[in-house]
């Protein structure tokens, strides 16, 4: 028998400890992992102060990615915001009765709707805003502007890298 802390182990299931160990140990130091945990812990904090403000994430999500976007389809949002059609149509369906969010016919094809904000929805945009900016001034404490700036850059230069490879995915794939 072999001791793993304070625990004794079967040496037969040894390999599954040191298996574990040499798995998670580098991936918890990773670039990746450490990129992953710090927008996990950004969603996590901004859903707090958003919740305040009686926006759900689904709610902040949508209505951030229309102010971005705004006309656009309501297949094209649910594709933007990785989530299945019927879902978003759901929430729209929900903000359109909080007369935040209006559809509209799409000239171009009458069986499409085009998917507008409200003069009702701009306000909780700006406070939703708000607290991205306080949030991210909370996250930089410690990070002079000239390192902003260089991390900024960096990060530019990873979502291009990964955004290249998947166009070449989608262009494989048809």
């Not at 304070?6 to 574990?20: A, E, F, H, K, Q």
């Not at 859903?47 to 009686?54: S, T």
């Not at 230069?157 to 494989?172: F, H, P, S, T, V």
Request: hydrophobic share 45%.
């Amino acid at each position: 028998m072999a001791r793993l802390g304070c625990r004794v182990i079967n040496p037969s299931r040894l390999w599954i400890y040191i298996s574990m160990l040499i798995i998670c140990s580098p991936m918890s130091d990773s670039l990746a992992f450490l990129i992953s945990d710090v927008s996990r812990l950004m969603r996590k904090r901004f859903d707090e102060r958003a919740r305040l403000i009686g926006a759900t994430r689904p709610q902040w999500r949508t209505l951030a990615m229309l102010s971005r976007h705004e006309g656009i389809h309501q297949g094209g949002l649910a594709d933007l915001l990785e989530i299945e059609p019927i879902t978003l149509c759901r929430m729209i369906d929900r903000l359109e009765e909080a007369g935040k969010v209006e559809r509209r016919r799409d000239p171009d094809d009458r069986r499409a709707w085009r998917i507008y904000l409200t003069d009702k929805a701009w306000p909780i945009i700006e406070q939703l805003r708000a607290i991205a900016d306080d949030l991210m001034g909370e996250a930089l404490v410690g990070i002079d502007a000239a390192q902003q700036d260089v991390l900024r850059q960096q990060m530019d230069i990873i979502r291009a890298n990964l955004g290249a490879g998947q166009n070449k995915d989608e262009a494989a794939s048809g």
